[in-house]
């Protein structure tokens, strides 16, 4: 993938210790946030800040005396909005001193006093969690990828984005911007360096857009990714330039040059979407593809959940239905899209290393979600908390739902991504249950490779019959690929076929002694289909054997024997004339020809039950149409149901159908009394034959006579089905379905 070895080498570690700087920033982020006082204000320098009179307080997060909807005109006699003139932040202050707040409330101007304290770091954590969800599961998810595949262009583009990603929650994710901070201290530039990494983090996802799954389209890609990260950076100092020069509120200013990713957030979500698209177009792989669609799929579902949940419903109500830091988890269907592309479609070969991140980073949020439910009921139940028994009963209930957990969230993941690798028993178990509802052993083979294929999440799998010519694929499921693994399939000792599989990476031990007990008891199974494919082909030559010898009769007594005794009886017809009237010999020529005659109707008679003639003159949907015309009904009306055409058959199944249909139409004249009859004939992978009447109904019971059981033998024999049944709306189905050769379809 990279040009020198040492190359991936230089990358690798100049992305880890880029991501180790980020997370230390982060770190860095929470400490400086927790050393300094709060009014237990949060403000949005670039939403809020609208007014030349002040700035609005949007949420209260810590207790004070100040309220929602307050616009602050001057803190300690310091105007917000000569921050910029005056520079922003100022003299430090400390918990506990007290400040004099000029607001407006209700629409009338009132002093208030407000006491700085602690600021509530863990409360602003907790009540983040959904960032802090998605947050751990990207982080973690890009940690393992890139721990066991350094090498891979992707690892290292998620990996980093992340961390950066980290440090942005810790600096202004969690810890908003408040009021004070625009007149006193330092925290503003906290605030304003999460910007900063925001805009670094769309950069980020340039860098992954460029290289998932892969980065072979690009000549230059350390040039691409450089210009990714630069590029996002670049815009603000434009945009702040051109706000103060040209914009003339104070506020306004603050707000634009304020707000470091707000240039970015405009741009570069329109340029990773031309990026992917032109990706996707231009690649020709389709696993490439594959891969790239599980990505856009969850991008673009967060993107219509944030637009329909999030900023529509602001746009037209003026807020949305759910809390605004719900809007987070829309991002979590992304490293959940990745990690589905990484199993399913090969991306980074990793998936049982990744199970295993998943399992943890699962289990870690579970157990703090569990503890945080402990000590809030404690809390309620015996405040305060801070008793030693109290904070053991949290830790005990953490240590025994430890390994529960772990073991239940471990099978969890396992079976959704890799089915029933490691329990036998119950692959096995459901393939024997899918099986007892299949008769017929081809569609056996069927199921059995679809069970396998999915119970154990393979890419492909397929069984191939032992044949003394070559292998004979049976049955197969999924798509096939260049990695594949052959299990013998053996019965007695043996070998009948093999069973083929695909799937991402090599067999670890449990998969194969579960593969091997699959393939003990398939071997029976495709013993079996063996045979009776054998069987169908034997079966298949006699009936063809039988219908070409059928037909050399045919043809024999056609052109042989039937010219003959035809020209004998002229013969016996000329002599008796040439005999005087009265002769002694005149009656014994008589008796003569009349014999012959009868031979002769004989001969036809079996030359019809051989094979129809009409076959060979009109085909089997002329031949049925002339038997249609020829008979009787009694004034029954008989439809007849085809398609303009049928495809080539074999002579077998067109004489069949035809003794089929006249057959069912016989017994419809002789015994229905119906007023209408239809007769329907479809083909497709096999020849279809219906006749339905509306009459008195077939018998229930004792009705199988001479001409149905004839009709069922026909059909069975050519390994196709019969079926004759009395429908509830009056009248007799009679319903047949021979088989046709693979392309005639």
């Not at 909005?81 to 209700?106: C, H, N, P």
């Not at 009859?677 to 018998?699: F, H, K, N, P, W």
Request: proline fraction near 5%; include cysteine.
């Amino acid at each position: 993938m990279f040009n020198s070895g040492g190359g991936w080498r230089r990358d690798s570690v100049a992305i880890m210790l880029l991501s180790v700087a980020f997370l230390a920033i982060a770190a860095a982020g929470i400490a400086w946030r927790a050393a300094a006082p709060s009014d237990g204000t949060k403000i949005n320098v670039g939403d809020a800040v609208t007014s030349s009179e002040g700035v609005t307080v949007q949420t209260i997060v810590a207790d004070t005396p100040l309220q929602v909807g307050d616009r602050i005109v001057a803190i300690d006699g310091r105007k917000p909005e000569d921050a910029l003139k005056d520079g922003i932040g100022g003299d430090s202050v400390r918990v506990g001193q007290v400040l004099r707040y000029d607001i407006v409330r209700d629409g009338r101007a009132q002093s208030v006093d407000v006491t700085l304290r602690e600021y509530p770091v863990l409360a602003s954590v907790l009540r983040g969690w959904p960032s802090l969800l998605v947050n751990i599961v990207l982080l973690g998810t890009a940690l393992v990828i890139f721990l066991v595949r350094p090498r891979d262009r992707a690892a290292q583009a998620a990996i980093l984005p992340s961390s950066i990603g980290a440090a942005t929650l810790a600096w202004s994710g969690y810890f908003q911007l408040q009021a004070l901070d625009l007149v006193a201290g330092s925290q503003f530039w906290r605030w304003w360096g999460g910007q900063l990494t925001f805009a670094l983090v769309w950069g980020g996802i340039m860098h992954f857009a460029i290289a998932f799954p892969e980065a072979s389209a690009y000549r230059n890609y350390r040039r691409a990714v450089f210009a990714g990260y630069a590029g996002s950076i670049a815009l603000y100092p434009l945009v702040a330039a051109f706000a103060l020069i040209t914009l003339d509120n104070p506020l306004t200013k603050l707000a634009v040059a304020g707000s470091p990713a707000l240039p970015t957030v405009a741009v570069y979500p329109a340029l990773i979407v031309v990026t992917l698209v032109i990706k996707y177009i231009r690649t020709r792989d389709p696993l490439t593809r594959r891969r790239m669609r599980w990505a856009a799929t969850a991008v673009a579902g967060g993107a219509i959940v944030y637009l329909l949940v999030w900023i529509l419903p602001a746009a037209i109500f003026g807020s949305p239905p759910f809390p605004i830091q719900y809007q987070t988890l829309t991002f979590l269907p992304i490293p959940l899209a990745v990690t589905v592309a990484i199993l399913r479609h090969k991306a980074l070969n990793i998936d049982v290393v990744l199970s295993r991140s998943l399992v943890y980073g699962t289990l870690s949020v579970g157990l703090v979600g569990l503890y945080v439910g402990v000590v809030t009921l404690l809390s309620q139940a015996f405040p305060p908390m801070d008793r030693l028994w109290q904070q053991a009963i949290a830790a005990a209930a953490i240590a025994i739902a430890v390994q529960p957990l772990r073991a239940w969230l471990q099978s969890i993941i396992n079976r959704r991504l890799f089915g029933e690798r490691t329990d036998p028993y119950h692959v096995v178990s459901s393939l024997a249950k899918r099986l007892e509802g299949v008769h017929a052993p081809a569609q056996q083979l069927e199921a059995m490779v679809e069970t396998i294929g999915t119970q154990l999440r393979l890419s492909y799998v397929a069984i191939e019959l032992d044949r003394t010519r070559g292998s004979e694929k049976a049955a197969s499921y999924g798509e096939p690929t260049t990695e594949s693994h052959r299990l013998p399939l053996t019965y007695q000792g043996e070998l009948v076929g093999q069973l083929v599989i695909a799937r991402r990476g090599t067999l670890g031990r449990k998969e194969r002694s579960v593969l091997a007990e699959v393939a003990l008891h398939a071997g029976t199974v495709v013993h079996t289909a063996r045979l009776t494919a054998d069987l169908t082909r034997s079966r298949d030559r006699l009936v063809q054997a039988r219908e070409e010898e059928r037909r050399r009769l045919l043809r024999e007594l056609h052109d042989g024997v039937g010219p003959t005794l035809a020209a004998v009886t002229l013969g016996l017809h000329a002599g008796r004339r040439s005999l005087p009237s009265g002769t002694a010999a005149e009656p014994l020529l008589e008796r003569l020809q009349q014999t012959l005659s009868g031979a002769i109707t004989e001969i036809r008679r079996l030359a019809h039950d051989l094979r129809p003639p009409a076959l060979d003159s009109l085909g089997l949907l002329g031949a049925v149409e002339e038997y249609i015309g020829s008979v009787d009904g009694h004034g029954m009306a008989i439809t007849l149901d085809t398609p303009p055409e049928l495809p080539p058959m074999p002579p077998a199944v067109d004489v069949a159908a035809y003794r089929i249909i006249c057959e069912s139409l016989t017994n419809v004249t002789r015994h229905a009394r119906a007023n209408n009859c239809t007769v329907r004939i479809q083909a497709g992978s096999e020849l279809l034959l219906e006749v339905i009447d509306d009459g008195v109904g077939i018998r229930e019971r004792g009705g199988g006579g001479i001409g149905l059981g004839s009709m069922r033998e026909r059909a069975t024999e050519l390994g196709g089905e019969f079926k004759a049944e009395k429908m509830t709306s009056g009248g007799t189905r009679i319903r047949a379905t021979l088989p046709l050769p693979g392309d005639s379809k």
